[in-house]
């Protein structure tokens, strides 16, 4: 066979090529297939942590620890729309919405948890989020997110580390189309959150 013929130029490269994808394909599937549970239960348990975060409910590191509390103290409602009933230690509950907006990359996916009498804040959890590392990403820091707790919407944005009244909230320096973007899907979630949950 000629080294430059037809079948040595076109069609021995195309069954290469074609060898080697499939090949590439099987290895990218099994790996998806024999890590796909995993994937799954690591997501389920960030969900459970992120929706104690909201209600302001501490957890341990331990995923067979957190499983527990999630189980002993989290009620999964769905009258029309999904929100989470939260059981805190002196006996009162803790309503927890997810709600979504657009960031500045993206979706942000939020849980935001609210008092028994739905006009206050406990927390918000950030469960996804695909801002800038550094600026915007920085909504997922502790500060940032402990700044909730207690306060009453609809809010208004303030330079970082000026907010003082229950209706302000910080901005995050250098990331002001998040802090934006955070402030709306907040304040949606201050409207929608009790109308939710109250079944409206």
């Given at each position: 066979?000629?080294?430059?013929?037809?079948?040595?130029?076109?069609?021995?490269?195309?069954?290469?090529?074609?060898?080697?994808?499939?090949?590439?394909?099987?290895?990218?599937?099994?790996?998806?297939?024999?890590?796909?549970?995993?994937?799954?239960?690591?997501?389920?348990?960030?969900?459970?942590?992120?929706?104690?975060?909201?209600?302001?409910?501490?957890?341990?590191?331990?995923?067979?620890?957190?499983?527990?509390?999630y189980?002993?103290?989290?009620?999964e409602?769905?009258?029309?729309q999904?929100?989470?009933?939260?059981?805190?230690p002196?006996?009162?509950?803790?309503?927890?919405?997810?709600?979504e907006?657009?960031?500045?990359w993206?979706?942000?996916?939020?849980?935001?948890?609210?008092t028994e009498?739905?006009?206050?804040?406990?927390?918000?959890?950030?469960?996804?989020?695909?801002?800038?590392p550094?600026?915007?990403?920085?909504?997922?820091?502790?500060?940032?997110?402990?700044?909730?707790?207690?306060?009453?919407?609809?809010?208004?944005?303030?330079?970082?580390?000026?907010?003082?009244?229950?209706?302000?909230?910080?901005?995050?320096?250098?990331?002001?189309?998040?802090?934006?973007?955070?402030?709306?899907?907040?304040?949606?979630?201050?409207?929608?959150?009790?109308?939710?949950?109250r079944?409206?």
């Amino acid at each position: 066979m000629k080294k430059d013929g037809f079948y040595a130029l076109r069609i021995y490269p195309l069954v290469f090529m074609l060898m080697v994808t499939v090949v590439c394909i099987s290895i990218v599937t099994g790996l998806f297939l024999s890590t796909k549970e995993r994937v799954e239960a690591n997501e389920g348990l960030f969900l459970r942590k992120t929706i104690l975060q909201a209600a302001n409910i501490p957890y341990p590191d331990d995923f067979r620890e957190v499983t527990a509390l999630y189980e002993a103290s989290v009620t999964e409602v769905s009258d029309g729309q999904l929100y989470y009933r939260v059981a805190q230690p002196d006996g009162s509950f803790t309503y927890v919405v997810p709600i979504e907006g657009a960031g500045l990359w993206g979706a942000i996916s939020l849980l935001v948890g609210f008092t028994e009498s739905l006009d206050e804040l406990t927390g918000i959890g950030i469960f996804s989020q695909n801002e800038t590392p550094g600026l915007g990403a920085r909504i997922e820091e502790e500060w940032y997110r402990m700044q909730f707790v207690g306060k009453r919407g609809p809010f208004v944005l303030v330079d970082e580390g000026m907010a003082d009244a229950p209706d302000e909230i910080d901005a995050i320096t250098g990331a002001t189309r998040t802090s934006l973007a955070m402030r709306d899907i907040i304040n949606e979630a201050v409207t929608l959150g009790p109308a939710i949950v109250r079944g409206q």
